[in-house]
């Protein structure tokens, strides 16, 4: 079993930026993948971005392409995401994931893993 738990969300304006952290804990080892999801209200939930345990492969939805940045410290068992040049549509709670494939995955059945989620609003 591994746990992990979010922290990093806020509030803050258009073109502000925040950093998400996630810390995974337990007896498992850390997964071999780790990725971001985000939900807003109305709307599915979905990947934006992960990251292979060896941080060679990475991902990012299209939305997010050079705004966000997806990274992790497997000594210190945490993951964490830059978000710069924020907007109003990035507003959502996001979540940190994690599998023990081999590739990043787009899709949340392949996690087995998830936080509790952070809340980020970006106000226009």
């Known amino acids: 079993q591994v746990q992990l738990v979010e922290s990093g969300g806020g509030l803050v304006q258009a073109g502000g930026s925040l950093r998400l952290s996630c810390v995974a804990s337990?007896?498992?080892?850390?997964?071999?993948?780790m990725g971001w999801f985000r939900q807003a209200p109305g709307k599915e939930r979905e990947c934006v971005a992960a990251?292979?345990?060896?941080?060679?492969?990475?991902y990012y939805t299209d939305s997010v392409k050079g705004r966000f940045t997806i990274s992790r410290d497997n000594d210190k068992n945490q993951g964490y995401l830059q978000m710069n040049s924020l907007k109003p549509e990035d507003t959502a709670v996001y979540y940190c994931?994690?599998?023990?494939?081999?590739?990043?995955?787009?899709?949340?059945?392949?996690?087995?893993?998830w936080g509790q989620g952070t809340q980020v609003t970006i106000s226009s």
């Open positions: 994931a994690a599998h023990y494939g081999t590739l990043p995955k787009r899709e949340d059945s392949e996690y087995t893993y």
């Open positions: 337990g007896r498992t080892g850390s997964p071999y993948v």
């Open positions: 990251i292979s345990r060896g941080t060679r492969f990475t």
